[in-house]
Every structure is written in C-alpha cells, then in structure tokens.
C-alpha cells in the first residue's frame, strides 16, 4: 500500500513540474479543495478489507500531496527572503518530519479508545 502510495506522490510530483502554474484560481483555493479530497478519500479507509481497496484510496491521497508538496515548496522558495529561506524550510520540514510521527503516535493512541474506522471517519471529517 505504502509502494501505491509513493509512486503516486512522485506522479503529483512530476504533474507539479511539468505544469508549475496549474491552479484551480488561486494557490490557496486549489490547497483547500485538494485537502477537501484528501477528507473524502480519508471516510472509506478504515472499511477496507483489501489490500487492493487501500492501494485504490492511496492513489489520489499520494497524487495530490506530492503535488501539494512541490507547488507549496516552490512557492515559499521563490516567496520568502533568501537571507530567511533556510529558517522558513527548517520550519515547513519540521512540520512532515517532527509533526508527521507525533500525529501517527496519537493516532495510535486513539486507537485504543476507538475503531479503525471511526479513527479514519473523525480525521476525515477533520480534514473537510
């Protein structure tokens, strides 16, 4: 599932390069709505009873948030001061790698409270 899931963010990743100026209006609308899709791709996935089910639903999640990723990196690095660009990407990188494992040991905490599919449900509620 994890393969299905990169192989697609490399894909978003090379549809960001090959069309930098891609929007749905603005940067910020098109963040919003591919979040509003990366909410709705979250409901189904803790009612999947194959591996098949799970590599279909990470497809697009991978899709849209190498996309997501490149245009926003691409964005900061042309927007931010060159003599800041250094602190500002530290900060974004802290977010996908200090915020990304805390979020992932929450999740497995609430497990212990919750089900599979209610976890999923919440965060894609969350998400939307």
């Known amino acids: 599932m994890l393969a299905g899931h990169g192989l697609s963010s490399l894909t978003g990743m090379l549809v960001a390069g090959m069309r930098p100026t891609w929007r749905l ?11 509003g899709v990366a909410g709705l791709v979250f409901l189904p996935f803790g009612h999947i009873t194959a591996v ?6 990470l497809r697009p999640l991978g899709s849209l948030a190498g996309f997501v990723q490149m245009v926003v990196f691409t964005w900061m690095q042309k927007r ?10 530290s900060v974004f990188m802290g977010i996908f790698t200090g ?4 979020a ?5 905490a609430a497990l212990r409270l919750m089900s599979p599919a209610a976890l999923f449900t919440a965060c894609g509620l969350a998400l939307l």
């Open 52 to 57: 098949w089910q799970g590599v279909a639903l």
């Open 104 to 108: 992932a040991a929450a999740a497995g």
């Open 25 to 35: 209006g603005t940067l910020g609308f098109t963040v919003l709505a591919i979040d």
């Open 80 to 89: 931010v001061p060159p003599a800041m660009l250094g602190r500002a990407m």
């Open 99 to 102: 915020l990304a494992p805390l």
